[in-house]
């Protein structure tokens, strides 16, 4: 399989580690967001050196295949002499929350003798400083340590300043580094685990490396460690479980794994494809954690964009494959919201769009009015939870309607995968707040910024509103669990007919805004009328729009709406789901794999690209791409 990069080492925002070259020895290792942070692999085969990973001096390895799993890599070399496999693989299980949060990822080898003939073997990993270091270099204090005879190698810098600043593009330079192997050593340029085997014709060797950030995210001025540190205490006894259960841990991501592929399976392969290339990135895209209320918190980083902390409208497209597989992490995303929206400094009547900057959850940055940004780059936002004043942000940059639709029907597709109805009754206040807000603004909106605002501002948002219907509709429900009646039922539906009214024209489809007759868009807030069953537009529109979509088809995809050439992967799939049949997810999600395979943009799984030509347009390594899994949640959701 080719893809524009290649997992590594993908644990969390600041410890996601790729290659971007097809053959893994052609360069060094990055962070996401390309910062160069090096982990290379070496082998020694009868006293000689070659390499497997990374740049070097010693002669590469044949990368001969390379086979990839949801959560599992698998890279085949070989010699004259001899055949190595190297996978890479975290404990990604979704029903253990304290596992699905170790930083731990596995990087496993093993040697076959393709001679016939027995041979010497070393298999080595260095891990080099700037893995925890920011863009200044600092003294760096490395050490080794021993947990019930276990010895491991460990750097960091020696000053730890955990949580000290927030950005997007951006390493921490804080936290350790952590190896274990067979033989682990410090040496001048990080720190180093080695696998020797004598005389062999197999054999195999398993090293973990680990990111301990020591905290994790600063919420509202509290300090707050992973969620792994609750079962395991210190990175060490983690790194340890993680070595004396490998196999087994081993077998419930492939347990995982295949509950995912055996899901997907009739929307063909490429949309399997597809899920394969997004899955470690939307995990590694997330910190969980668990705040001193005893709340967990699953903390996203809009990567790419703006590095925000729990974007609104980053977890509304990222829900399909949490609702599907962990829907407590879908509650995780909203909590941080609630009590952020709850708060003295929040005091609109509209759901807010972020509660800080990646890793300090400190409140609200979107919007904030110049005098609250200090310089690039150092600015952290500590604070914003105390300011005095209410009156911080700039109301034109706000998204109303998109923050305030998103929220209620987040909150009610956690309901129905949950049946958490206490949920619902403590945030029921704030939620009918919001719902409001939407029935007082109408269908006929005003110049408001919504998710798709990197294409530009529009007025009277056709898509935008059909989410303000949808998220009525969402209320009401929410209403009829908890005994009320409201009847915002009847208003959702009384607005859907105004909608087709006022945006009618002489084509079958809605067009891209009121007013706009010969304009179109990806209406993929349509989806939930089919999914939640509402019935508040007709069958023949999901029709219209499914034919138009396949009409505008180019060679990587359907743009996003007239206007540009550009998409989301997101929504295409998302659109995809209008089509009563499958067609459209198959075609879409080919013409997503054909992009995965032309682009020469050497950047994690992008969201944002060309239709026309297999360019990035921008944003990499988003959780929203866990929205490709909405094919899968339809299906569940209709078969229910």
Not at 212 to 240: H, N, P, Q, R
């Amino acid at each position: 399989m080719r893809l524009p990069t290649y997992p590594i080492a993908t644990i969390d925002p600041h410890f996601s580690i790729w290659s971007k070259y097809d053959n893994l020895t052609d360069g060094d290792t990055f962070l996401w967001c390309g910062i160069k942070k090096r982990i290379e692999g070496k082998i020694t085969v009868d006293g000689e050196a070659f390499r497997f990973l990374g740049k070097g001096n010693e002669k590469a390895l044949e990368l001969i295949d390379n086979k990839f799993t949801p959560y599992v890599s698998s890279y085949i070399f070989k010699n004259e002499k001899i055949q190595l496999t190297f996978s890479t693989w975290s404990p990604f299980i979704l029903d253990d929350f304290h596992l699905l949060s170790t930083p731990c990822a596995y990087l496993d080898t093993e040697v076959e003798s393709l001679d016939g003939k027995e041979h010497d073997v070393s298999v080595s990993f260095v891990a080099y400083e700037e893995l925890v270091q920011g863009k200044k270099k600092a003294h760096m204090t490395k050490y080794s340590d021993s947990v019930e005879g276990v010895r491991f190698v460990k750097m960091g810098l020696t000053k730890q300043s955990p949580l000290n600043d927030s950005g997007d593009e951006y390493a921490a330079d804080w936290g350790y580094a952590c190896l274990w192997g067979e033989e682990n050593s410090i040496c001048n340029e990080g720190i180093k685990s080695v696998g020797t085997a004598r005389k062999c014709k197999k054999a195999a060797f398993s090293t973990i490396i680990a990111y301990d950030d020591v905290y994790s995210i600063d919420y509202f001025g509290d300090k707050l460690k992973g969620l792994w540190a609750e079962k395991f205490g210190t990175i060490e006894i983690a790194m340890k479980y993680c070595k004396d259960n490998r196999l087994e841990l081993l077998d419930k991501v492939k347990a995982w794994e295949k509950t995912i592929l055996d899901d997907s399976a009739e929307f063909g392969e490429a949309y399997q494809t597809i899920l394969i290339a997004a899955a470690r990135q939307v995990l590694a895209a997330h910190k969980l954690v668990r705040n001193k209320d005893g709340e967990l918190l699953y903390m996203s980083k809009e990567c790419h964009s703006n590095g925000c902390i729990n974007t609104v409208d980053v977890s509304y497209p990222a829900m399909p494959m949490y609702l599907l597989y962990a829907p407590e992490l879908v509650k995780a995303m909203l909590t941080g919201i609630f009590h952020f929206a709850e708060s003295d400094l929040w005091n609109v009547e509209f759901a807010p769009h972020d509660i800080g900057r990646y890793p300090l959850a400190c409140g609200q940055v979107y919007a904030l009015k110049p005098h609250l940004h200090l310089k690039p780059h150092k600015y952290s936002y500590k604070t914003i939870y105390k300011e005095k004043s209410t009156n911080i942000y700039m109301p034109q940059f706000q998204m109303p309607v998109e923050e305030c639709g998103n929220m209620l029907i987040l909150t009610y597709a956690y309901y129905i995968m949950s049946g958490n109805k206490k949920f619902l009754k403590d945030n029921f206040v704030t939620l009918s707040t919001w719902a409001n807000y939407l029935k007082n603004k109408g269908v006929v909106l005003d110049n408001q910024l919504c998710t798709d605002d990197f294409a530009g501002h529009s007025k009277k948002n056709v898509n935008l509103a059909i989410k303000g219907v949808m998220g009525m509709a969402c209320y009401d429900r929410i209403c009829r669990e908890l005994g009320i009646i409201r009847d915002y039922d009847a208003i959702a539906k009384t607005y859907a007919d105004e909608l087709m009214k006022v945006a009618k024209t002489d084509k079958a489809y809605l067009p891209f805004s009121i007013g706009k007759n010969d304009s179109w868009s990806l209406k993929y807030n349509l989806v939930w009328d089919i999914l939640f069953d509402f019935n508040l537009f007709p069958k023949e529109l999901y029709a219209a729009e499914s034919e138009k979509y396949r009409e505008e088809l180019n060679a990587f995809g359907v743009p996003l709406d007239y206007r540009r050439d550009f998409t989301k992967t997101d929504w295409m799939l998302w659109a995809a789901c209008l089509d009563e049949s499958n067609k459209n997810t198959e075609l879409f999600s080919g013409r997503i794999v054909a992009y995965l395979q032309a682009t020469n943009d050497r950047t994690c799984f992008s969201d944002w690209i060309g239709t026309k030509e297999a360019k990035q347009s921008g944003f990499d390594h988003r959780t929203v791409q866990a929205g490709l899994w909405m094919p899968v949640l339809k299906k569940k959701l209709l078969n229910k």
